[in-house]
């Protein structure tokens, strides 16, 4: 029986009591309920190169911060280039450390 309330964290697939790991996307689940119900909103990425975003959630995930990827597909785009856009959004109270995973990991963006 699958509850309304039993979400994976990181995908929002519903699953049935007791699942200890993610049926659709594998990550493992917090059977405590202490994990909160905020959603990554905080964006602490963004590029036109997709390889590069999944660098980003490689980093994220290897240090257990959860994190969103949301993609735009440019159907009508005729100049050149990519037409995809990457973001990667995390949760705000995780905002702070995912940005030193990555200042520590990949550097610093400097400001023009």
């Known amino acids: 029986m699958v509850r309304p309330d039993a979400r994976c964290p990181r ?8 699942t200890t790991v993610c049926p659709a996307c594998h990550v493992g689940l917090d059977l405590t309920g202490g994990e909160t119900r905020e959603r990554p909103t ?4 963004e590029t036109w190169d997709r390889s590069s975003v999944d660098v980003v959630v490689s980093l994220l995930d290897a240090y257990g911060v959860p994190c969103l990827v949301r993609g735009t597909s440019d159907t009508a785009h005729f ?14 109270s995780d905002e702070p ?16």
Not at 11 to 18: L, T
Not at 79 to 92: D, H, L, Q, S
């Open 79 to 92: 100049g050149i280039g990519p037409a995809n856009f990457w973001r990667v959004f995390v949760r705000a």
């Open 42 to 45: 905080a964006l602490i990425f």
């Open 11 to 18: 995908c929002h697939a519903a699953y049935p009591w007791g």
């Open 97 to 112: 450390v995912a940005q030193e995973i990555l200042d520590a990991e990949i550097g610093r963006e400097e400001a023009e």
